[in-house]
């Protein structure tokens, strides 16, 4: 089955640029979303089709997805953006992963 | 505006049953694929089941959950079932249901509070 890979915690400092990676193979052919969790609530998507914002998210939220790798990136870190994120695709058209979930920390 | 809000969960023992409701407001629930997504306490998130919009006839499931668990709809209700058979306690997690975008391939753009299940005797 397929799999996706993050690394379990990014640390960033206020106001600085932080990057999320989600690995797997060819991901490049799938769309990835991401998905912000913060402790106690329900996740809330940040990015779709690798590089949409939905309405009502900030512009500091952007993606990517080439080769193998989707990234996440945070402009401008604030300390509200301290969050799990997952990222998550399509595995086959019935079937849907996510990655393991990334720990921000804003320090 | 969307508004799921799942019900059901609760301390129930191995092997037995146990079946969630999420009940869907602010779209057309009969035009939506649906989902449940799991997340066990302290873990991260898992998908464990799709069924298709309308009459609900293509149905999906996690490997970690076929055939024990089964997904089902009534429109008329609104409403999108998990039944949970032969629990054990890994199953252990709050199950969240989630309305997929309607783009393929694509993401869930809504999801609901989440119910708690424990298995445990």
């Known amino acids: 089955s397929y799999e996706l890979t993050q690394s379990p915690s990014v640390s960033v400092s206020p106001g600085q640029t932080a990057s999320i990676t989600c690995s797997g193979d060819k991901l490049e052919k799938k769309y990835v979303s991401w998905y912000q969790q913060k402790p106690g609530r329900s996740p809330v998507v940040v990015i779709f089709?690798?590089?949409k914002r939905p309405s009502g998210i900030p512009e500091r939220f952007s993606g990517s997805n080439s080769g193998n790798t989707a990234t996440l990136t945070i402009s401008g870190t604030q300390a509200m953006d301290e969050a799990d994120y997952y990222c998550?695709?399509?595995?086959?058209?019935?079937?849907?992963?996510f990655g393991g979930g990334t720990k921000l920390t804003v320090l | 505006q969307v508004q799921l809000v799942e019900s059901g969960g609760r301390v129930v023992q191995p092997g037995r049953s146990l079946r969630l409701s999420c009940a869907a407001s602010?779209?057309?629930?009969?035009?939506?694929?649906m989902h449940w997504v799991r997340q066990a306490p302290g873990k991260g998130l898992e998908w464990v089941a799709v069924i298709s919009y309308y009459d609900g006839s293509n149905k999906y499931f996690a490997d970690s959950v076929k055939g024990r668990f089964t997904i089902s709809r009534d429109n008329s209700k609104n409403t999108v079932y998990l039944q949970m058979n032969s629990l054990r306690p890994e199953d252990t997690a709050v199950y969240y249901c989630?309305?997929?975008?309607?783009?393929?391939?694509?993401?869930?753009?809504?999801w609901g509070q989440g119910t708690l299940v424990t298995v445990s005797s």
């Open positions: 602010g779209f057309t629930f009969e035009k939506t694929v």
């Open positions: 989630a309305k997929d975008s309607g783009l393929p391939a694509d993401h869930f753009d809504h």
């Open positions: 089709q690798d590089s």
């Open positions: 998550q695709a399509w595995d086959t058209s019935s079937s849907v992963v």
